[in-house]
């Protein structure tokens, strides 16, 4: 059995968190699987195949294809309120995101409130608000919750989690990269972390940075239906970089399709006052986190056709093709740099800024 | 805007709740909706309705009638174990019979923990191997997660949300009352509070008390097969009694169905240790939570084939029919004593003790 404490590290998105799940969790579970996506796959949720085969759905008549989509996520930001958003914000758009990626669209959220003893109402009904602009941006309901309170002693701020279903024909998984795909990144990258930590550590050097929270499915359903000759969808994977940023998502992305990704910086893009916070850090912004991103695979001949699509849409608009996918380095992932050195991308071991989600 | 600050009262599942989630919460939400029951029945679940009439699945052939239900509860238990079970089963079984008392069979569960920093990995081993026991009972799976953690300084144990998705033709609500219906405990009421109770205060009067924690859908299935002539359940409304107890759960239905509810102290089935550890604290073990108990609602004529049926299931050995339904005293909850006297049940206003759940 193992022993030992948990640590910060457990909880940041990189190599010890995957042990533990791995370790703790997964190997103490039998049953964890309901479609094609189950909880081994370590994705940005999990399937439910809706027909016959499976044992739950035997008794209907269901004769088209339909795959369920849940997802779960539980919020610890600190502070609650920062530039562009607030934990409620992340904790929606968390939910319509993983759900996005796998090219579910969401049909209904859960929202689960623990609150310290203490907490102001009012930044309560701020909260809630907030919540409810993104439900309304993206027309999807929460419809059941439960709320607990806690001693003050006991936790220091307001946790939200949000469950949800989504509803796709077939999901995209983040395993699906194949050679001569191209990588497209969907915006700035790094912005949500970094204006966390300026926010919480008081600098204003970056004053008008803003976290990039934002709900995803407006802008992935339209790609979604870019289809290949033989009818397929022509965006293969994708995934959302939060914590552990793109660095996490690429290597993860590299090591369950078995390909090798080569990423280059001059296409990276990057607001000017997130590389110089980064520089002031000393933090990689490629393992901070973003919560209104998508890594993006696409077949190399439709890669135009989707970076256009994206580009339509507000939170697309600097979206860029950064790289791609080959079967040299199989489960790699290289960034070659501004001057043509290159170096492997490795998985973030450790949390740069905690508690941003 | 509301003002003032949360309150332990506020997450006790009695009127202040209520007014917390009407207030604050559900004023401020416009969808809130995506099926037969929505968010503002403040039902143990909601549902989704997988047919035409649902936008969402519009362009899918389905010619059954399915209903989808989903739940969430977050769990922050002290102690994480207790005689008779832990956080990690209570969470499970939480979710498995949120699902189970609207009627639903559970499909898939998801997970997400919040880990203090320090938390030690070998507890969270025995969560996780508690929780599987479960799922294997039930025969359902935990799809999909998030671990999360935080530093020590914030958060004194371990939270677990689980959220859940079930499937039913038609869920029962707690709203379904009719007068002339049969009231029926599925067995001894106030272990689960009592329990905890005990073991945090370290008494030991009760040593052989446990809580009643456990998975219910295996014994409530059979019940719903009940049909009345003209092909209705023979069911008319669950609910899950466990924060406010079955005096909370009593009144809900009461209120929601329009109706009134009686019930007889001499019936009630109640452990000898258990009254006489709520005489020594003062509390009214009908306001204590129960974790393994379901209330049901179910025509007369039809309530001794369902007790016999629920009779038959280890869980179900000890239930009984407490009382009944009628058009008498309307929303309200009367308890007629030993010796015949009556008196309201009220709704609780506080929590007699907190973080049972």
């Not at 959220?109 to 907490?119: D, H, K, R, T, V």
């Not at 990258?189 to 976290?211: N, P, Q, V």
């Not at 280059?264 to 901070?288: H, W």
Request: glycine share 10%; charged share 25%.
């Amino acid at each position: 059995m193992p022993s030992g404490k948990i640590s910060m590290e457990h909880g940041a998105g990189g190599e010890q968190m995957q042990s533990l799940i791995g370790d703790v969790i997964l190997r103490n579970l039998t049953k964890t699987s309901a479609g094609k996506v189950g909880l081994s796959d370590l994705d940005d949720g999990a399937s439910i195949t809706v027909d016959k085969s499976n044992k739950f759905f035997e008794k209907f008549n269901i004769s088209d294809k339909i795959e369920l989509v849940m997802t779960t996520d539980s919020h610890v930001i600190h502070p609650i309120f920062f530039p562009g958003g607030d934990i409620g914000k992340v904790s929606v758009c968390g939910a319509i995101n993983d759900l996005s990626v796998m090219g579910a669209r969401p049909i209904a959220l859960s929202s689960a409130m623990i609150l310290p003893e203490g907490f102001s109402i009012s930044d309560l009904e701020k909260i809630v608000q907030s919540m409810n602009k993104i439900l309304e941006e993206v027309d999807v309901p929460i419809i059941t919750g439960d709320t607990k309170t806690i001693e003050g002693s006991a936790l220091d701020s307001i946790i939200i989690n949000v469950s949800a279903i989504g509803i796709c024909d077939e999901p995209v998984c983040d395993s699906g990269l194949l050679p001569g795909d191209k990588i497209i990144f969907s915006g700035f990258i790094a912005d949500h972390g970094i204006s966390i930590l300026t926010k919480r550590e008081g600098f204003d050097f970056s004053s008008d940075l803003e976290s990039d929270v934002a709900p995803l499915w407006n802008m992935i359903e339209p790609i979604l239906s870019v289809k290949t000759k033989d009818g397929k969808k022509a965006v293969t994977a994708m995934k959302d970089p939060t914590r552990g940023g793109v660095a996490d998502s690429l290597n993860e992305m590299a090591q369950k399709s078995n390909i090798g990704i080569k990423i280059y910086e001059k296409l990276i893009p990057i607001r000017k006052s997130v590389a110089t916070s980064c520089e002031i850090f000393g933090l990689d912004p490629l393992e901070i986190a973003n919560e209104g991103k998508a890594v993006i695979g696409v077949r190399p001949e439709y890669a135009k056709q989707v970076l256009e699509i994206l580009k339509k849409h507000p939170y697309g608009k600097d979206a860029a093709i950064v790289g791609e996918v080959s079967n040299e380095h199989p489960k790699k992932v290289i960034l070659e740099s501004e001057i043509g050195s290159t170096r492997y991308v490795n998985v973030p071991t450790g949390d740069p800024i905690p508690r941003v989600c």
